[in-house]
C-alpha cells in the first residue's frame, strides 16, 4: 500500500457532532484504502460512538482534546486560550507534519484565524482564501473568496485567481480553466472600486486563462470555472446560492403533491428528478479549503451530515497526490525569485 494520507478531523465541531462527523470518518475509510483519520476531540465520547462502527482499527486513531470552541466565541480568544481544544490540537498536528490536511464543520472564525495563525500561510502568500465548489449547468465552479477575507485588495484578487486556477486543474481536472471576476456588468469599465482596478491586473496575468467579468446570473450557467471575488461579496453569492436552491427543491416537491395526477406524475419522473437534484446538492463537494496555506485546511457547513465530512476528508486525498501546495508555490511565486 503507497503512503497514506493522514486528516485530522474535528470531531467535536458543527451542529452534529460528534454523530455525524464519526460517520462521515468511518464511510470514507470504507470508500478508500487511501486515507488514515485521526479523530480529535474528548476520548470518552468518541470511543462511545465509534462502537456503533465496523473498520479498520490501523486507520483510524483517536486524540483527546478536552475542550471544545463553541461557534459564539470570540475567535482570536478561543485559539489562544484553549488549547486542548480539538480545533487548536487538530490544527497543531497539520503545523507539526504529523497530519497531511485538516476538515472542520467547527466555529468558521475560530477554524480561520487557527489555519492563519497556527498552519501559518505559505511564505508569499498575502491571504488565503476560502474556496468552495458550487454547482453549475455545466458542472462546478470555484468560488474565491466566499468567507475569509471581506476587504481585499487587488493583489489579493489576483493570488486568489491563480490559486484557483491550480485548484480547478489539478483537483477537478479542468484544463486551462476560465477565470472571471465578479461585476455588475460585463463592460470593463463597470463595477466598484476594487473590480476596476483589479480587472486589467487579471487581463494582464499570464499564469491564468482570465475571461473577463461574470454576472451572477450567470454564475449557475457555468461560464466560468473559477469566480474571483472579496469574501463579502462572495458569501452573498453562496448563501443565496444555498437559499435558492433549497427554495426550488422544496417548492417542486410540493407542487408534485397538489393532485392525484401530479402524484402520479411524480412518481414516475422520480428516478429523473432525483439524479438531476442530486447535481445541486452541495453536500457531495465536500467542504471548502483554506488555500495558500502550509497544510489543507477544509471548513464544511455547521449542520454537515456525514456525506459531507466524508466527501471532505476524500478530497484531501487528491489535494496531497497532485501536490497542491507545491504548484500553488509555482503559480504564484516562481516570479518573485
Known amino acids: 500500500m503507497s503512503e497514506l494520507v493522514n486528516v485530522a478531523v474535528d470531531a467535536m465541531g458543527g451542529d452534529n457532532a460528534p454523530g455525524e462527523i464519526i460517520k462521515g470518518a468511518v464511510e470514507a475509510l470504507q470508500e478508500s484504502e487511501k486515507v488514515k483519520v485521526f479523530l480529535v ?29 463553541e461557534t459564539a466565541e470570540p475567535p482570536v480568544n478561543a485559539i489562544r486560550k484553549k488549547k486542548d481544544s480539538s480545533i487548536v490540537k487538530a490544527m497543531g498536528m497539520v503545523k507539526a507534519g ?25 511564505k508569499g502568500i498575502e491571504r488565503a482564501p476560502l474556496a468552495p465548489l458550487i454547482p453549475t449547468e455545466k458542472g462546478v465552479s470555484l468560488l474565491i473568496d466566499c468567507g475569509a477575507n471581506v476587504d481585499a485588495r487587488p493583489s489579493h484578487l489576483v493570488q486568489f485567481a491563480k490559486m484557483g486556477s491550480v485548484y480547478m486543474e489539478h483537483v477537478m481536472n479542468v484544463k486551462n480553466p476560465k477565470v472571471a471576476i465578479v461585476n455588475i456588468g460585463a463592460e470593463e469599465e463597470k463595477g466598484n472600486a476594487l473590480v476596476k482596478e483589479t480587472f486589467p491586473l487579471l487581463k494582464n496575468c499570464p499564469e491564468i486563462n482570465f475571461i473577463g467579468s461574470i454576472e451572477a446570473r450567470d454564475i449557475p450557467a457555468g461560464l466560468a470555472d473559477v469566480v474571483v471575488c472579496e469574501a463579502f461579496v462572495g ?18 416537491k410540493a407542487g408534485m403533491m397538489t ?27 465536500g467542504g471548502a479549503p483554506l488555500l495558500g496555506l502550509n497544510g489543507l485546511v477544509v471548513k ?34 516562481l516570479k518573485d525569485e
Not at 98 to 122: E, F, K, M, P, W
Not at 260 to 285: C, H, M, N, W
Not at 306 to 326: A, G, H, M, P, V
Open 41 to 69: 476531540g474528548q476520548e470518552e465520547v468518541l470511543k462511545k460512538h465509534l462502537a456503533e462502527f465496523t473498520y479498520e482499527k490501523d486507520r483510524l486513531e483517536i486524540v483527546n482534546a478536552t475542550e471544545i470552541i
Open 235 to 252: 458569501n452573498v453569492i453562496l448563501k443565496l446560492y444555498e437559499g435558492v436552491g433549497s427554495t426550488l427543491i422544496k417548492k417542486v
Open 98 to 122: 504529523t497530519c497531511d490536511a485538516y476538515v472542520s464543520a467547527g466555529s468558521t472564525g475560530a477554524n480561520l484565524v487557527g489555519g492563519q495563525v497556527l498552519v501559518g500561510r505559505i
Open 259 to 285: 393532485s392525484l395526477r401530479s402524484k402520479i406524475g411524480a412518481l414516475l419522473v422520480k428516478p429523473a428528478l432525483k439524479e438531476t437534484l442530486k447535481d445541486f446538492d452541495l453536500e457531495q463537494y
Open 300 to 333: 464544511t457547513h455547521g449542520s454537515s451530515k456525514s456525506i459531507e465530512i466524508k466527501n471532505s476528508i476524500l478530497q484531501c486525498i487528491t489535494f496531497k497526490e497532485q501536490q497542491i501546495n507545491d504548484k500553488i508555490k509555482e503559480k504564484i511565486l
